[in-house]
């Protein structure tokens, strides 16, 4: 961000997790303790972006795998916190240059998800 800052740039788009700030509701607890550190440093950048005055966009994502072959990209940007879910990579690519094209994006949190995508079963 500060190199960010010096160096003129405008606008970062930051890929987060799930997990991160109030999405840590909808993240499985039982994954936290494995991911907590990895989680409090995304949070930490996170922070610092929005602080910097800087203009940003955070597309976080739960779920990455590669699209099944014949399925269709309906990867959608979910606003707010709350949305967890399966996107693909192909997916999250789109919706990022479709945010680098646009500003109707900026100074706002997705969650990047594909409704066609099933998440695999939790353990119980």
């Known amino acids: 961000v500060k190199a960010a800052k010096d160096t003129g740039v405008a606008r970062i788009i930051l890929h987060s997790s799930v997990g991160v700030g109030a999405s840590r509701a909808v993240y499985p607890a039982e994954r936290w303790p494995a991911m907590a550190n990895l989680m409090r440093a995304k ?3 996170e922070r610092d972006l929005i602080d910097s005055g800087l203009r940003y966009v955070i597309i976080r994502n739960a779920i990455l795998r590669n699209l099944p072959a014949g399925q269709q990209d309906l990867a959608v940007l979910v606003p707010g916190e ?6 693909s990579r192909a997916g999250l690519g789109r919706l990022t240059r479709e945010c680098i094209e646009s500003t109707e994006c900026d ?12 998440p695999p079963e939790r353990p119980r």
């Open 43 to 45: 949070e930490s950048a």
């Open 107 to 118: 100074n706002r949190i997705f969650h990047a998800v594909d409704p066609d995508m099933q």
């Open 82 to 87: 709350t949305a967890y879910g399966v996107v």
